[in-house]
């Protein structure tokens, strides 16, 4: 059965997506500037170095090297969304570059095709003109491979063992230094960890690696004409209709991504109109969830899981007759069993969504599990309960208890948190439980739909 695109999509790639194409339109901010423009200088300034000191090897006509440079810009517009990074297929022309032009001009040239990639929407004014330091900045990697054949002396392009030696070592430069410059620029521009984009890179060096021995082919081609230079050109058309494919699945994921989040919202308006508590309720231990999940730092496809699950987790009480929800004293039997049938009836109701919101309904299930396993519906104890639901079940219970009900009046703070940590290791997770209390005493906690919390939390902190 094939994945769905939810299925198949990451989390920390779909969000590294997203801002790379929320910054693509948007100028530099003062951080960025700095980091872009000292890696696009000091890339200038060791490329100009190399040209001025290198070895003057013989050129090749002019129009190759229009030609070359004009191919790279093409192939530099051929992107491949990969998490927030992009592979390219320059490696095809950049492989022909390596063996046709001086080694020490090659990062020159390289730099002249990838600014000439970015013309279109500067002229455009699609993206600001500053943003083509981004493109600029990452064309350290032509340098690693210039060095090797400048220092080992550039081979003719041939299947000859010393060709193919030189070759690897010039690729494994290229990569190395690909990847270092890579990591520190974004870590050092966007705070993004190089892990984050370990995985992206990964693939796009992947690519950059099967493109190698077809820049090869073309290139020994180009022994017997010039000409021959031309010989990628059709698979970089088959290129560009495979990434205006991409492209659109890139789209409907981010797309389906927030259909998904518009339709937990949507949810919990509608148990918002049902009853006013559970909807307000559900925002709240929304926030609350958040920052526990974020003192735990859970992995990413949790935390997405934690916000939908924190809306979603009472969506089955639409079920519940309105005159038990709102019943002023305690339940009877009967209508005790109606309520607790709401986590079940939650899951039905999210896998008839399908996607990723059956992943959640399986969650919300497990919300009224106990850590002693004297819980509800399956009777789950300890680490048998999804992380997630243990953290939704706590940041519920500390909401309920500060909330004003028809039957009883809300608890202040410290009431509720001592009532909570009575109950650590019985009813809740003991870690959960510890890390909730300590962000809500140190008025870390997200409170702000909860204004009178947030007073109380404040003077707490400060007494």
């Known amino acids: 059965m094939p994945e769905t695109p939810s299925a198949a999509f990451d989390p920390v790639a779909e969000q590294l997506l997203a801002d790379a194409r929320a910054r693509e339109g948007s100028s530099l901010s003062p951080r960025e500037r700095v980091v872009y423009w000292t890696s696009g200088i000091g890339f200038l300034a060791a490329a100009g170095a190399l040209a001025l000191f290198g070895q003057r090897g013989a050129l090749p006509p002019a129009w190759v090297d229009v030609m070359l440079v004009a191919a790279f810009a093409f192939a530099g517009r051929l992107r491949f969304e990969i998490g927030g990074g992009l592979a390219v297929a320059i490696q095809l022309v950049f492989v022909e570059m390596l063996f046709a032009l001086p080694p020490a001009q090659l990062p020159l040239w390289a730099a002249a095709g990838a600014i000439a990639s970015e013309l279109p929407e500067t002229i455009l004014r699609i993206h600001p003109p500053e943003r083509t330091l981004v493109r600029l900045g990452s064309c350290w990697f032509a340098l690693g491979p210039a060095l090797v054949f400048e220092f080992a002396g550039r081979p ?126 559900s925002r709240d231990v929304l926030d609350l969830v958040l920052a526990v999940a974020d003192e735990l730092s859970v992995d990413a496809r949790s935390r997405l899981n934690a916000e939908f699950v924190a809306l979603l987790h009472d969506v089955g009480k639409i079920r519940v007759p309105a005159e038990i929800i709102n019943k002023p004293g305690p339940l009877s039997p009967e209508e005790r069993a109606i309520v607790n049938m709401h986590t079940i009836e939650g899951q039905r109701l999210l896998e008839r969504v399908g996607g990723r919101l059956a992943e959640v309904g399986e969650i919300v299930r497990s919300c009224h599990e106990r850590w002693d396993g004297g819980g509800y519906p399956d009777g789950l104890a300890g680490e048998e309960i999804p992380l997630v639901a243990r953290i939704v079940a706590c940041c519920d219970a500390f909401s309920a208890m500060t909330t004003h009900r028809s039957y009883r009046r809300a608890r202040t703070v410290e009431a509720a948190l001592v009532e909570l940590e009575a109950s650590a290791g019985r009813q809740f997770d003991p870690e959960v439980v510890a890390v909730l209390a300590e962000l809500i005493r140190s008025g870390r906690a997200g409170l702000g739909r909860r204004p009178e919390l947030v007073e109380v939390t404040a003077a707490a902190a400060t007494s």
């Open 156 to 281: 003719s392009a041939s299947l000859h063992g010393h060709t193919l030696l030189l070759l690897t070592a010039a690729v494994v430069a290229q990569f190395t230094l690909d990847f270092v410059t890579s990591a520190a620029r974004e870590w050092a521009a966007l705070g993004i960890r190089p892990a984050e984009l370990a995985e992206g890179l990964a693939s796009v060096l992947a690519i950059d690696f099967v493109l190698t021995p077809v820049g090869l082919l073309a290139a020994i081609g180009a022994r017997h004409g010039d000409a021959a230079l031309l010989l990628p050109l059709p698979l970089l058309l088959l290129f560009s209709l495979s990434t205006r494919d991409r492209q659109q699945r890139n789209d409907q994921a981010l797309e389906l991504s927030s259909a998904y989040r518009g339709t937990a919202f949507l949810l919990g308006d509608v148990v918002e109109a049902d009853d006013a508590y559970t909807g307000a309720h």
